[in-house]
T-cell receptor, first 112, second 110 residues
Framework: KAGVTQTPRYLIKTRGQQVTLSCSPISGHRSVSWYQQTPGQGLQFLFEYFSETQRNKGNFPGRFSGRQFSNSRSEMNVSTLELGDSALYLC???????????FGSGTRLTVV | GIQVEQSPPDLILQEGANSTLRCNFSDSVNNLQWFHQNPWGQLINLFYIPSGTKQNGRLSATTVATERYSLLYISSSQTTDSGVYFCAVPRGGATNKLIFGTGTLLAVQP
């Protein structure tokens, strides 16, 4: 079966712009989580969606937001980009958010 | 919150050598995962191991939940084993988010 698909793979944006990243989970998985990975902070949890509802949110500013559609696909949006938002953004899917997670290949965002 | 620490932080091996990576966690957990992040950034699920021992080819993992640690064994290492190994535990009560460890950077030299 298909894995977790993230698009785009690479993205370059300018400070102040906004960006939308997409994640399609494994078929049948209803939980999608997003993570930010930076060299300084490591892997940090952004938020989790389950059945179109945000169930949990990490410690990130309100510029970071997300949503989940009825087909479980999820998007995350970052507004007013800052240089520090440059990171690898990973999404993970699982059946219900309490079992093994499968990650996508990530979107590498560079803010210049 | 829970602290998840891994050791060693860096490891250099010759091809064919064996290694043990450790993951310590500061609070009780009901499951634990090991991941390998390859040089291209992709996180690959290696084991979902809340307790006991599992083996998959040259890799095996053991979690002793009562003593709050997990071990990942790599035998007969190959250059393709290079990358960063993370353990992660879920937190959040009714919902779950993964708390990742600090990672072990493994370099296997030919």
């Amino acid at each position: 079966k298909a894995g977790v698909t993230q698009t785009p793979r690479y993205l370059i944006k300018t400070r102040g712009q906004q960006v939308t990243l997409s994640c399609s989970p494994i078929s049948g998985h209803r939980s999608v989580s997003w993570y930010q990975q930076t060299p300084g902070q490591g892997l940090q949890f952004l938020f989790e969606y389950f059945s179109e509802t945000q169930r949990n949110k990490g410690n990130f500013p309100g510029r970071f937001s997300g949503r989940q559609f009825s087909n479980s696909r999820s998007e995350m949006n970052v507004s007013t980009l800052e240089l520090g938002d440059s990171a690898l953004y990973l999404c993970a899917s699982s059946l219900a958010g309490s079992e093994g997670y499968t990650f996508g290949s990530g979107t590498r965002l560079t803010v210049v | 919150g829970i602290q998840v620490e891994q050791s060693p932080p860096d490891l250099i091996l010759q091809e064919g050598a064996n290694s043990t990576l450790r993951c310590n966690f500061s609070d009780s957990v009901n499951n634990l995962q090991w991941f390998h992040q390859n040089p291209w950034g992709q996180l690959i699920n290696l084991f979902y191991i809340p307790s006991g021992t599992k083996q998959n080819g040259r890799l095996s993992a053991t979690t002793v939940a009562t003593e709050r640690y997990s071990l990942l064994y790599i035998s007969s290492s190959q250059t393709t084993d290079s990358g960063v190994y993370f353990c992660a535990v879920p937190r959040g009560g009714a919902t779950n988010k993964l708390i990742f460890g600090t990672g072990t950077l493994l370099a296997v030299q030919p």
